[in-house]
């Protein structure tokens, strides 16, 4: 098994993207989440990768 850290949700997205979109159906909250984070990191509020999760 190889384990891949990601610090960029942008770069996550690009490597899964199409696979978690296949059965978009299951992986809807997954998706949600990444597009969220991306969104965030677009926007230059990733300064604390945490931040989205300080929201709830």
């Known amino acids: 098994m190889q384990l891949k850290i990601f610090r960029q949700p942008s770069v996550f997205m690009s ?3 199409s696979f978690l979109e296949r059965n978009e159906a299951l992986n ?14 677009q ?14």
Not at 28 to 41: A, D, H, K, T
Not at 47 to 52: E, L, R, V, Y
């Open 15 to 17: 490597h899964v993207q």
């Open 28 to 41: 809807n909250l997954p998706l949600g989440i990444l597009y969220r984070l991306v969104r965030f990191e």
């Open 43 to 56: 926007e230059g509020e990733m300064s604390d990768p945490f931040q989205p999760l300080k929201m709830i």
